[in-house]
């Protein structure tokens, strides 16, 4: 179970007014307005964490990066090759976990798991869908965390991981705030001195093949659309230039993708039938420019709904592989955030799904070649460090293909 998620008790508010709401909650004071959820409060340990990461902040000055406009290679001595052809099944093999940087049994039993299915299936990517390094990100560009949470674990799945930013990578005074993005840094700075770690910039997209691609990735940064808090940095704001430059960058990238099958990759989902919800309503909030997720729920819809076959996503600790619909415009939703963490066992939302599993550890493969999409779903029994292949979806044809022909 997840026992460390903290919902602020109103949309929007800063940190320090979320931090001082808990104070007067814990001395009696009457509870400010909230939507109707039960707050959580800061514990100790969180106080701390974030005491400490804010004096490492206030050392590590802005960086405000200019975004990729396309994948580049990473520069690193002995970076592990992107696959250049598919393997010996005719397919692109690409491992999906997500929301794995524990540094617990857990992730170390799905990596493992992993491991043996990743040789089978002839993988030759793989993808960590955020919340890369609980609980507030990596302290540095060479935090031992980078070791310990994601190195170690994943040790013989010797390929690039496609790494995006989770709302715990960026986050500031309160674990998981996202209140903090400029911290996302660190994690770009760490790939270019890591075999397996690539984040080139906070987004990017990577085509496979390069050279004539079958498949391209479209890496995005959701935190400052979703934060639990307001962003306080004019650059990070919801509207603000770095987002509106984001936004811009994936309407070109997709339209000017030559890929046959075209998949987003980014922390929160647009649907989500685990209990965090989807874009628009997180966590029950439908105000506010940011802990409701409105601005990502309506760049999902204007820029990636019927232009994308795949949106995969973490954050909600479970495994879902929901239906392409004319709502989605046949793009299909995948959550795929149970590869340290596990949710509360039961659907909180009805969105049509293909197969959905909300108490169990566990990963995906995706696997793409000309003729199809699948998507294999295990289950990882911690213990025993054993994977299960629980379900198969399949899709023939691309959403822009089925849109060319409708
Ligand atoms: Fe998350």
């Not at 509207?239 to 990759?265: C, F």
């Not at 506010?288 to 729920?297: F, M, P, Q, R, W």
């Not at 596990?342 to 108490?359: I, L, M, R, V, Y």
Request: hydrophobic share 35%; charged share 20%; with cysteine.
């Amino acid at each position: 179970m997840c026992d460390d998620e903290l919902i602020p008790p109103q949309a929007d508010m800063t940190e320090r007014e979320w931090l001082r709401a808990g104070s007067d909650a814990a001395a009696g004071a009457p509870p400010m307005p909230t939507t109707g959820r039960v707050p959580q409060w800061v514990n100790r340990r969180t106080l701390l964490g974030g005491a400490m990461a804010g004096a490492a902040l206030a050392v590590l000055p802005s960086q405000a990066q200019s975004p990729a406009s396309a994948a580049t290679r990473p520069g690193t001595p002995g970076a592990f090759p992107f696959p250049e052809h598919p393997n010996g099944k005719g397919e692109f093999a690409v491992l999906v976990t997500g929301d794995a940087g524990t540094g617990d049994e857990a992730q170390y039993a799905v990596a493992a798991a992993a491991r043996d299915v990743c040789r089978a299936e002839g993988i030759g990517l793989a993808v960590g869908l955020g919340d890369n390094i609980y609980e507030n990100g990596p302290e540095s560009a060479d935090d031992s965390e980078f070791q310990d949470k994601f190195e170690r674990p994943n040790n013989g799945i010797d390929v690039p991981w496609l790494m995006v930013l989770g709302n715990h990578d960026c986050s500031g005074l309160i674990p998981g705030s996202g209140g903090d993005p400029s911290r996302g840094d660190r994690e770009v700075a760490y790939a270019k001195t890591s075999k397996r770690w690539y984040m080139p910039n906070r987004y990017y997209s990577v085509p496979l093949p390069a050279a004539d691609p079958l498949v391209e990735f479209f890496a995005i940064d959701t935190i400052p659309w979703s934060s639990y808090v307001a962003q306080l940095d004019p650059y990070y704001h919801w509207d603000g230039p770095y987002m509106r430059e984001q936004r811009s960058w994936l309407d070109r990238a997709l339209k000017a993708s030559r890929a046959r099958w075209k998949v987003v990759i980014g922390h929160h989902p647009y649907l989500n039938n685990g209990k965090h919800g989807s874009a628009g309503s997180y966590d029950g909030f439908e105000i506010g420019n940011y802990t409701s997720g409105v601005h990502l729920k309506d760049m999902y819809e204007k820029v990636v709904c019927g232009r994308a076959d795949l949106i995969l996503s973490g954050h909600d600790h479970t495994l879902q592989i929901l239906e392409p619909t004319a709502r989605t415009g046949g793009t299909r939703q995948v959550v795929c955030g149970a590869s340290a963490k596990t949710e509360d066992g039961k659907a909180h939302f009805g969105h049509p799904a293909a197969w959905q599993n909300f108490s169990d550890n566990g990963f995906m493969v995706l696997k793409v070649s000309g003729a199809r999409l699948t998507i294999d779903a295990y289950t990882v029994d911690v213990a025993t460090r054993t994977a299960t292949l629980r379900h198969r979806t399949r899709q023939t044809t691309p959403v822009a293909a089925a849109r060319a022909h409708a």
